[in-house]
């Protein structure tokens, strides 16, 4: 398809409200739905990861949902194979392909390129366990202060990617920043992005009901198969938030209510990770604010005269 309509983008934190609109948005735009969700991927995380229901799906076709068992390692660059594979597809068909999804750093990859720089999975896994973690964050910043303080700088508040850094760092003795090749401030798509602003005492209460609803629709026995079958010692899908407490729960540790409680602390924490990242990692795309906390109307997508139309 030559010169084909810009990509529609959505993102920001957690129960925002990205899903609904993007549903709305795909129905009236001839669009369909690749989720850029790091945990979206797996089968058997479908109520903990707030994937689209069965119902979801058959309205609008949703791709990178459910698609993998959860044993299987899906980084940041098998994302991007797949995701461009997806964009192909759906433009093939001449439908509007939407991103939707709050893993920021996925969601940069894809739209701005990443280098293909070494990795070692036995090293990656130390590291994570060493690092990954509350309490290991610490520890990582002071190692990060010495061998790497500009990675340090940049990519502070985002654990994951500091580990990546420190990864590459050992392995090649050389900055992540030195070795890149792609100075990350050129689009390899036209896009009409937008980033979801819901107030954050709204989010909180948004994020309050849906742990209580996940809840209350099976997620506790959704996690107890899936610890039953390994979850905890998969490549990535462990990092899914809220399965280990759960498991506490499970082992008595934790009471339905405080269970519910450390959710919403966690996800909340979370959302405000997700806002930073948001906010300082994407100049591309505009605020859609969402002041009462509903989910605005699909048409606001529209707005954006600069840009070629959406359809």
């Known amino acids: 398809m030559s010169n084909p309509p810009p990509l529609l983008v959505l993102m920001?934190?957690?129960?925002?409200?990205?899903?609904?609109?993007?549903?709305?948005?795909?129905?009236?735009?001839?669009?369909?739905?690749?989720?850029?969700?790091?945990?979206?991927?797996?089968?058997?995380?479908?109520?903990?990861?707030?994937?689209?229901?069965?119902?979801?799906?058959?309205r609008v076709p949703h791709h990178l949902v459910g698609e993998f068992d959860f044993h299987t390692?899906?980084?940041?660059?098998?994302?991007?194979?797949?995701?461009?594979?997806?964009i192909?597809?759906?433009?093939?068909?001449?439908?509007?392909?939407?991103?939707?999804?709050?893993?920021?750093?996925?969601?940069?990859?894809?739209?701005?390129?990443?280098?293909?720089?070494?990795?070692?999975?036995?090293?990656?896994?130390?590291?994570?366990?060493?690092?990954?973690?509350?309490?290991?964050?610490a520890a990582l910043h002071d190692r990060m202060r010495?061998?790497?303080?500009?990675?340090?700088?940049?990519?502070?508040?985002c654990r994951r990617r500091l580990i990546r850094a420190l990864e590459v760092r050992l392995l090649t003795g050389k900055s992540i920043l030195e070795l890149q090749?792609?100075?990350?401030?050129?689009?390899?798509?036209?896009?009409r992005a937008w980033k979801l602003e819901v107030p954050p005492e709204l989010l909180a209460e948004r994020i309050a009901r849906r742990a209580e609803a996940m809840l209350d629709a099976g997620w506790?026995?959704?996690?107890?198969?899936?610890?039953?079958?390994?979850?905890?010692?998969?490549?990535?899908?462990?990092?899914?938030?809220?399965?280990?407490?759960?498991?506490?729960?499970l082992a008595g540790a934790l009471t339905r209510s405080e269970l519910l409680e450390r959710i919403i602390t966690v996800t909340r924490q979370f959302a405000r990770r997700q806002r930073t990242w948001f906010r300082h990692q994407?100049?591309?795309?505009r605020t859609l604010p969402c002041p009462d906390g509903t989910t605005p109307s699909w048409e606001r997508l529209t707005e954006s005269p600069e840009n070629p139309p959406l359809r």
Request: hydrophobic share 40%; net charge negative; charged share 25%.
């Open 282 to 285: 994407h100049p591309e795309a």
């Open 181 to 191: 090749q792609n100075p990350g401030d050129t689009l390899r798509y036209p896009v």
């Open 146 to 157: 010495t061998l790497d303080p500009a990675a340090l700088e940049r990519w502070g508040k």
């Open 12 to 58: 920001g934190p957690t129960a925002s409200g990205k899903s609904a609109l993007a549903l709305e948005a795909a129905r009236h735009l001839n669009g369909e739905i690749i989720s850029v969700d790091s945990m979206q991927l797996y089968r058997g995380l479908e109520i903990g990861t707030a994937q689209p229901t069965p119902e979801e799906r058959k």
């Open 220 to 249: 506790i026995d959704e996690a107890r198969a899936a610890i039953a079958a390994g979850l905890f010692d998969t490549p990535t899908a462990h990092q899914a938030i809220g399965y280990r407490l759960i498991a506490e729960h």
């Open 88 to 137: 192909d597809d759906i433009r093939s068909r001449n439908r509007l392909p939407i991103l939707a999804g709050g893993t920021g750093f996925y969601l940069k990859a894809l739209l701005y390129g990443i280098d293909d720089l070494p990795a070692d999975r036995t090293l990656r896994a130390e590291l994570d366990e060493q690092y990954d973690s509350d309490a290991g964050e």
């Open 73 to 86: 390692r899906i980084d940041v660059f098998q994302f991007c194979r797949l995701a461009e594979q997806a």
